[in-house]
């Protein structure tokens, strides 16, 4: 790379960035324009091309920047005594070039109209709606329990493999864009990660690869929790970029997928965020709530704790902390607490809606 286009590089990362700050004023245009108009092009575009690819391109892309940026230091660490203005500034050249084309593939979406705007929800709820929604939920989850022809105390383990799963997951998208256009999912382009052990270690269910267009479970997950992750990157897919959003439409695709094991998924996943609001907020009400719960239920949220703490490891919180302002750089200002709109979501869709 020639030293007046890395100048020039450098240079445009800052601008870049100046660029993004300026989008955030201009939600309507990125939702218009990119997210429903760009960025639905490109995504599909990168379905096609690797979603029939039974594994992850993406996992392969990773692996292959890492070598090559591993081989580049190796080949040039010695620049850094001699010329280290050089030295850095082809590392920021190249992370200029990054930065652009991960905007490009799906950035922009941290910068489109927020969901309860699109869907025509509202954002705050009272403490009284809450608890009126999350009894609700327990009355409809403990009633999916013995539908399911399980005993009250009895964890509920899904009866399909992964990929029985990931195929089924469609269906729910399928139903869901009945009610909201906006929301249609095609071609799927869903994989288990081969770096899934990795992930575990850094506390982390899946990703979305903005390169390859692939949405990537952590396949040693055998909970309850899969069905909805996967419907999660799924979101991701088709533009919806902040975790607290892709978490509400991965509630509503498993709600409304045709098989009772993945509804009960669902009514579980969004039990779970109201009930532990409701200790955030009245910690005697979530004790006299949380006795009128399925044993079997609380089994499964047990199942997914133990989960995690078996893999605690001191690089999960470095992991964590990178990722919470990962999101508030973009455009979440709240970082991984922003996850709590997820409830918003939750009471003021289901308010005047029965289950």
């Known amino acids: 790379m020639q030293r007046r286009t890395r100048l020039i590089l450098t240079f445009l990362l800052p601008v870049q960035i100046i660029f993004l700050q300026l989008l955030k004023n201009f939600p309507e245009f990125v939702e218009t324009y990119y997210s429903r108009g760009l960025y639905t092009v490109l995504s599909k575009v990168s379905r096609y091309l690797f979603g029939w690819i039974p594994f992850s391109i ?29 030295f850095f500034m082809d590392i920021t050249a190249t992370l200029s070039i990054v930065y652009f084309v991960f905007n490009m593939l799906w950035g922009f979406n941290y910068y489109r109209v927020p969901l309860h705007q699109t869907l ?11 608890i009126r929604t999350t009894e609700r939920l327990i009355l409809k989850s403990n009633e999916l329990h013995a539908q399911l022809g399980y005993a009250d105390t009895v964890k509920i383990d899904l009866p399909f493999t992964q990929k ?15 009610e909201f256009p906006s929301l249609a999912y095609s071609p799927r382009s869903i994989k288990k990660s081969g770096w899934s052990l990795a992930l575990t270690y ?25 069905p909805v992750i996967s419907c999660h990157e799924e979101a991701h897919q088709i ?18 997928n ?16 109201c009930i532990n609001e409701i200790a955030r907020r009245d910690l005697d009400k979530y004790e006299e709530i ?25 690089f999960e919180t470095l992991s964590k902390s990178f990722w919470d302002q990962f999101l508030k750089a973009n455009n979440q200002s709240k970082g991984i607490m922003s996850y709590s709109y997820m409830v918003a979501l939750v009471v003021n869709y289901f308010e005047d809606k029965p289950f």
Do not use: C
Request: no cysteine; glycine share 6%; hydrophobic share 40%.
């Open 58 to 86: 993406g996992d392969l892309f990773y692996l292959l920047i890492a070598i090559v940026a591993i081989r580049w230091v190796y080949k040039n660490y010695h620049r850094l005594w001699r010329e280290p203005v050089w």
């Open 239 to 256: 533009g919806y970029a902040r975790e607290n959003e892709a978490n509400f439409i991965a509630t509503l695709a498993t709600l409304h």
């Open 164 to 178: 029985e799963m990931f195929k089924k997951s469609i269906n729910g998208y399928q139903n869901l864009e009945k």
């Open 120 to 130: 025509d929800l509202d954002n705050e709820y009272t403490t009284e709606a809450l």
């Open 258 to 273: 045709d098989d009772p094991y993945i509804q009960y998924t669902g009514y579980i996943f969004a039990l779970r965020y």
């Open 202 to 226: 850094m506390g982390y269910s899946g990703y979305y690869n903005p390169f390859s267009g692939e949405a990537q479970v952590n396949n040693l997950m055998k909970t309850y929790k899969f």
């Open 290 to 314: 949380l006795a009128t719960v399925n044993p079997g239920i609380l089994k499964s949220y047990k199942e997914m704790r133990d989960f995690w703490a078996s893999y605690a490891n001191p």
